[in-house]
C-alpha cells in the first residue's frame, strides 16, 4: 500500500502537541518541509471543518495543502484527508490522501504516530492487511535510482 | 512538483502485494533479463501460475515481455516502481522536516508552561 508512517517522540504533554498540530498559530511554526514560511493557516477544528495552508519553499515554489477533519478526539487522535495544490493546480491528479495522527502519553511527554496514506481502492485493504511496510523498505532499497538507470542503458 | 495518477500507483502497488511477485522483480533487477521459463524454475508453483504473475507485472507496467522466436524474454521496466518511490519519498520527507520542527515548537511551548507555572 502506499502509505507512510513515521513516529516521534516529543518532550511536551500532548494538550501540547494537539494544539500545535491544530491552531493556525502552532501550523505556522512547523509545517513544510524545508524552513519556507508558512504564508496563511485557517483551521476549522471539528469533524466535517476544513484546513487550508499555504506555505512558501525555499526554492520560492508556493504550495498549498487543503483538506477536511474526519476525526478530532483532543488531546488523542486527528484524521483528516489531503489534497496538495502547486501553484493554483491540483496536483498529484487531485488524488485524496489522509492522514492519522495518535498522540499517547509518554513519561517523556507525547508519542506522535502520523500515517500517511494514498485513497485507493480494494486493493491497498489487501495490501494493508499482508503488512505492506516491511516489503516496500526491502523494495526501495532494491529498486534504487542506480539500478533502474543501468537497466535503461541496456 | 511530479504529478502523478493514482490509478498508476494504486496498480503498482497492488501488484507488489504478492511475494511470488516480488520474488520475479528481484531477479529481474539482478539480472535486467530473463526467459519465462528462466523465471519460472526456482518456484514450486507451475508454470501457467508464472504466467498469471507475469500477466500482473505486466499490466502494472513493471515488467516488459517481448517474444523472440519461441522464448519469451522478459525485462524490468522501472517507471511505476519509481513513481510509486517518488510517492513515499516526497512526503516522507515533508513530515519528518515538518515533525522535527512540530517536535521543537511544543517542546518550547512545554517549557514555556512550565516557567509561567512556577
Do not use: C
Request: zero cysteines; proline letters at 4%.
Amino acid at each position: 500500500m502506499t502509505s507512510l508512517t513515521l513516529v516521534r517522540r516529543i518532550k511536551a504533554r500532548p494538550s501540547i502537541v494537539f494544539e500545535a498540530l491544530t491552531t493556525p498559530e502552532g501550523i505556522s511554526s512547523w509545517w513544510g518541509p524545508d524552513s519556507g514560511p508558512v504564508l496563511s493557516a485557517e483551521t476549522d477544528v471539528r469533524v466535517g471543518g476544513q484546513f487550508r495552508v499555504r506555505f512558501r519553499m525555499l526554492d520560492g515554489s508556493d504550495h498549498e495543502s487543503t483538506g477536511e477533519y474526519l476525526e478530532v478526539v483532543a488531546p488523542e487522535r486527528l484524521v483528516m484527508s489531503w489534497r496538495w495544490t502547486t501553484g493554483g493546480e491540483l496536483d498529484e491528479a487531485g488524488n485524496l490522501s489522509r492522514i492519522a495522527i495518535d498522540l499517547k502519553p509518554i513519561d517523556i511527554g507525547t508519542e506522535l504516530t502520523l500515517t500517511h496514506e494514498l485513497l485507493k481502492s480494494d486493493a491497498s485493504r489487501i495490501t494493508h492487511e499482508q503488512g505492506w511496510a516491511g516489503a516496500i523498505d526491502k523494495l526501495a532499497r532494491r529498486f534504487s535510482y542506480g539500478a533502474a538507470d543501468r537497466h535503461e542503458q541496456t | 512538483m511530479v504529478k502523478y495518477g493514482a490509478s498508476q500507483l494504486d496498480r503498482t502497488f497492488a501488484a507488489l502485494v504478492d511475494p511470488t511477485r516480488r520474488a520475479i522483480l528481484a531477479r529481474l533487477e539482478q539480472e535486467q533479463s530473463a526467459s519465462v521459463s528462466d523465471l519460472a524454475r526456482p518456484f514450486v508453483i507451475k508454470l501457467p501460475a508464472v504466467m498469471k504473475h507475469l500477466a500482473v507485472l505486466d499490466e502494472a507496467g513493471l515488467i516488459v515481455r517481448t517474444k523472440e522466436g519461441r522464448t519469451v524474454m522478459v525485462n524490468l521496466s522501472p517507471g511505476p516502481m519509481r513513481e510509486a518511490m517518488d510517492w513515499l519519498s516526497r512526503y516522507e520527507r515533508f513530515w519528518s522536516k515538518s515533525l522535527n520542527r512540530l517536535a521543537t515548537y511544543a517542546e518550547s511551548t512545554e517549557a514555556d508552561a512550565r516557567r509561567k507555572k512556577r
